[in-house]
């Protein structure tokens, strides 16, 4: 089940975390893994090691804060990797402030980044998947997106114009054969998580029903069934994936 074989996915924010897990998981599927993101060196380092467990993956410089960039970027790929059948776009930023302290430039850094930088992933590639009539489209928001906090203004409105652009793809390219959906992950066991002190994890893991934070190899999980075949009848829709903190 689950099989990924003769597909090729593109996966933004491939060198660490989340993005990274997600990489591994797919070309253990089959697939064949663009890996995306500003830090080549942990990219190349990355498909090496797709590579030495008998996968096949390609590293790709892709600056999501830089949308005009990201097109000819894709244009640029050899022809045996320009046909792009899996798009998960993971890439994000945060900028946390209060709102009467978040400056301007906090907004619309984490705007650019998170959304439009996922307009101008998926935007060169639809036409590619059109013309197959077969695609896989999505999106890692954040629980955030869909409850709000306190400091994330500009955070939660990115995620959640995510969940917009899945809903409006899934209406436009449904007819296609193509699906577009949303995994919304909580608290998941990341560089960014490991920061936060022992206290603070306690307090945060109270919150959450299962009782703990996630690891990045749940969340690829989500995001492998929403690609496979299997999920083919699913589109337009959010997955929670955070252990029932957000219910």
Known sequence: MFRLD?????????????GR???LRL???????????????KLEAL???IGEAGGEARALRLDLASPGEIGPALD??????????????????????LMARM??????????????????VVRPLVRGMMKKRWGRIVFVSSVVGLMGNAGQANYAASKAGLVGFSKSLARE?????ITANVVAPGFVETAMTESLGEKAREDLAKSIALGRFGSVEEIAAAVLYLVSEEAGYV?????????????
């Open 173 to 177: 390219l449904g007819g296609r054969n």
């Open 27 to 41: 070309a253990a599927q089959g697939a064949r893994v663009l890996a995306a993101a500003r830090s080549v060196g």
């Open 21 to 23: 897990a997600i990489a």
């Open 103 to 120: 400056t301007l430039e906090q907004w619309q850094e984490v705007l650019t980044t998170n959304l439009t930088g996922a307009y101008a």
């Open 6 to 18: 003769g597909k090729t996915a593109l996966v933004t924010g491939a060198s660490q975390g989340i």
């Open 76 to 97: 640029a790929l050899p022809a045996e990797w320009a046909a792009i059948d899996i798009v998960v776009s993971n890439a994000g930023i945060t900028r946390d402030a």
């Open 47 to 49: 498909a090496a090691e």
């Open 235 to 247: 589109t337009g829709e959010v997955l929670n994936v955070s252990g029932g903190m957000y219910i």
